[in-house]
């Protein structure tokens, strides 16, 4: 028996014992005592009713038939000793034998006052009282008689009958709760260990079958289960992921200050051919932009959106053409398409979109390895859909996937010229996820393709 069974056993024990002693000790001190009030009770609605009826022997059987009662009268002027003989026989003539029976003068004298006088006479060997309630009707004395049994052997016998009954009832309980605790306690023993379980972080479930609260309990220790493995795992991919970004960070700063410190020590030892200064330069630049990104990324993931109404068409011309040089250097072809684009308004936070359409541009002005670009803007539905889709270089395919995380590039090379600091897509994909906006990529042909859908907002 395990621990809960044997508390269950002993509880409800307990209280069979506490309810045994509470009916002994009733049944010695207080059922002759209420057995005795009840009698009483009767005898004096009978009283009551003789009161109202006329004194004749058929009223009189019919009240002894009605409360299994005695029932005698006679002339009340008689003197007490005639008396006393006289209603002791009738009682005799009605079956009722006393050996102890008298009624005294001060009795009398209270009853001719019309006053009821009870008494109780202990017959003696008999064991038994018989309970005698006088009261004057019209001349009369009427003696209203009901025996009352000694009860002292009875409730002996039930207690001793009770006290073999509870001994009986506590070898049942334990047998009863034995039998059906499995059913109560095993689903408790499994849900202990699944707690025990979650607590060593194993995260599983458990099917309990009770059709009460235990199966409730479960299910709701099943919920939290899974809620905590997936934040356990959202924490650990958290974790492993700035692990990676740490690495990265000293990856991209390790090889500009690597540089920067040999060739420093090359204008040291007088060895500088005239490009060693640029080159400082152009490393200093690259730790610099870095570093900026690396700051922007850390103030958009603080910073509120502040939306305003404006016009998505204006915006992304104007960042176009900061980059008509270079698509002009590089001989690139753009395509837009603005035919289904009735609706130019859009609700949002115009700086940060403009962050966003700047990376989605700028890369694609780098990565195009077919010199073509092109840009689409319509409407659908209640969005304004923006595509713009380039060739891309060389990329592996497996790792294609982690395109949004930081430093990650496609240009397998890593060369700055073409890959930048990895960190435009992570900067995008911040913005638009606090816009709540939709948006993804699309590879196909050798292509890829960005595409967001902006909220259409009235003009």
Not at 72 to 79: A, P, R, S, T
Not at 111 to 129: D, M, P, T
Not at 220 to 236: G, V
Request: glycine share 2%.
């Amino acid at each position: 028996m395990n621990k809960l069974s044997k508390k269950l056993a002993m509880r409800i024990s307990i209280v069979i014992i506490i309810i045994f002693c509470v009916s002994f000790l009733l049944n010695n001190y207080f059922l002759s005592k209420y057995y005795l009030h009840e009698k009483k009770v009767t005898v004096d609605e009978i009283c009551n009713e003789i009161k109202d009826i006329e004194l004749n022997e058929y009223n009189i059987e019919n009240i002894e038939k009605k409360y299994k009662v005695t029932v005698v009268y006679d002339d009340l002027n008689k003197d007490i000793e005639s008396l006393n003989w006289s209603i002791k026989d009738k009682f005799y003539n009605k079956t009722i034998t006393l050996n102890k029976f008298w009624i005294t003068e001060k009795d009398l004298k209270t009853i001719k006052q019309n006053r009821k006088v009870n008494k109780l006479y202990n017959q003696g060997k008999l064991k038994s009282s018989f309970l005698v309630a006088f009261i004057k009707k019209e001349n009369s004395i009427v003696a209203i008689g009901d025996s009352i049994v000694h009860d002292n052997d009875t409730i002996k016998v039930v207690n001793k009958f009770n006290l073999y009954l509870t001994i009986i009832s506590l070898v049942l309980i334990i047998i009863v709760v034995c039998f059906f605790s499995k059913r109560i306690i095993y689903p408790l023993e499994n849900l202990k260990d699944l707690s025990k379980d979650i607590s060593n972080l194993n995260f599983r479930k458990i099917n309990i079958k009770t059709n009460d609260e235990i199966e409730e309990l479960g299910k709701s220790i099943n919920i939290m289960s899974e809620k905590l493995k997936k934040s356990h795992d959202d924490l650990k991919n958290k974790n492993d992921s700035l692990k990676i970004f740490i690495s990265n960070i000293s990856h991209e700063l390790k090889t500009p200050l690597a540089l920067i410190k040999a060739y420093s020590m090359g204008l040291k030892d007088g060895l500088d051919d005239g490009s060693y200064i640029d080159t400082i330069i152009n490393q200093t630049d690259d730790v610099s932009a870095l570093i900026d990104s690396l700051l922007n990324l850390s103030r958009l993931e603080k910073d509120d959106i502040n939306r305003s109404t404006f016009n998505i068409e204006e915006l992304f011309t104007g960042i176009l053409e900061k980059y008509n040089i270079s698509i002009k250097n590089e001989d690139i072809l753009i395509s837009i398409n603005k035919d289904k684009l009735y609706s130019k308004y859009t609700y949002a936070d115009k700086e940060k979109i403009q962050i966003v359409l700047n990376n989605l541009i700028s890369n694609a002005v780098k990565y195009t390895n077919d010199n073509k670009i092109n840009i689409k803007l319509e409407n659908i539905d209640n969005k304004i859909l923006f595509i713009i889709k380039n060739g891309i270089r060389n990329y592996n395919k497996e790792d294609i996937n982690k395109i949004w995380e930081p430093f990650y590039v496609i240009e397998e090379s890593r060369n700055k010229k073409l890959s930048g600091t990895g960190l435009g897509l992570a900067i995008v994909k911040e913005i638009l996820e606090k816009h709540n906006l939709e948006y993804g990529y699309r590879l196909y042909d050798n292509q890829i393709e960005f595409y967001i859908f902006f909220e259409k907002n009235p003009e």
